[in-house]
C-alpha cells in the first residue's frame, strides 16, 4: 500500500522503534526503521544534516508508493520538516529550545548513546532547524504526545489543540514510552487507515 520510515528520538535507535516497525507493516506498510546519524549503528556524528538521513530513506521508500514519516521526539520534529506525503510526530520537539529540567535530562539519560556526547549539540541543531506549523498541512499531520510528556512537548501538543490541528493526548504516557504503548499503535494504525484506504 505504501511505506513509512521511523526514526526514533535523541539517544535512540533503530532497535527501540522495531515494535512500531512491526505494526506499521501489520497495517500493510513496508516499515524502514532507521538510525540517524550519531546513534546507533550510523556511521556519521551527529550534526546539522540530520535530517538528509531521512529525505535518503524518504527517496529509497518512494518505489513502494506514498511516503508516511513516523519520528519520535528529534525524529519527530525532523519528520516534521520532511518531503513525506504523511507525517505522524510522536511528542516532537517543537520548539527551538528546552527548558533546564529537559536539558539536564538529556545529558543524564540521553546524552551517554550519542555521537558526539555533548548535547549542545543537539541544542545547536534544534536551534537553527526550521520551526514548521504542523497544521500547515492538517489533513497529512498527525501528532502524538504523552499526558506526562516533557513540559515544552505538552505545553506545545496543547497548543496545537487549541489551534485545531489533528493531535491527541495519549494517557498515562511518558515522553520515553508513548512509543510502545498500545494506544499509541492504535493510533497510528487507525491513522494509516485513513490515509490509506481500510483495505489496510
Not at 501489520?26 to 550519531?38: M, P, S
Not at 518512494?62 to 525532523?78: A, E, F, K, P
Not at 489533513?139 to 497548543?159: M, Q, V, Y
Request: aromatic residues 6%; hydrophobic residues 40%; negative net charge.
Amino acid at each position: 500500500m505504501g511505506a513509512a520510515v521511523i526514526v526514533h528520538g535523541y539517544g535512540g535507535n533503530k532497535e527501540e522503534q522495531l515494535e512500531l516497525g512491526w505494526r506499521v507493516a501489520e497495517a500493510g506498510l513496508l516499515a524502514c526503521v532507521i538510525d540517524l546519524r550519531g546513534h546507533g549503528e550510523h556511521p556519521f556524528l551527529l550534526d546539522e544534516h540530520a535530517g538528509s538521513d531521512i529525505e535518503a530513506a524518504i527517496r529509497y521508500c518512494r518505489s513502494s508508493g506514498n511516503v508516511t514519516i513516523i519520528g519520535h521526539s528529534l525524529g519527530g520534529r525532523l519528520a516534521l520538516l520532511s518531503d513525506a506525503d504523511f507525517c505522524i510526530a510522536i511528542s516532537p520537539s517543537l520548539g527551538r529550545t528546552y527548558g533546564a529540567g529537559t536539558q539536564e535530562m538529556l545529558r543524564a539519560l540521553r546524552s551517554y548513546r550519542v555521537r558526539p556526547s555533548d548535547p549542545a549539540t543537539l541544542l545547536a541543531i534544534q536551534e537553527r532547524l526550521p520551526v514548521r506549523d504542523p497544521g500547515r498541512n492538517k489533513g497529512n499531520t498527525l501528532i502524538l504526545f504523552a499526558e506526562r510528556d516533557a513540559p515544552e512537548i505538552h505545553e506545545g501538543c496543547l497548543a496545537l489543540i487549541r489551534s485545531g490541528t489533528c493531535t491527541i493526548e495519549i494517557p498515562m504516557a511518558l515522553h520515553s514510552d508513548i512509543f510502545v504503548l498500545e494506544p499509541t499503535f492504535a493510533a497510528v494504525r487507525d491513522q494509516i487507515r485513513e490515509w490509506y484506504g481500510s483495505g489496510t
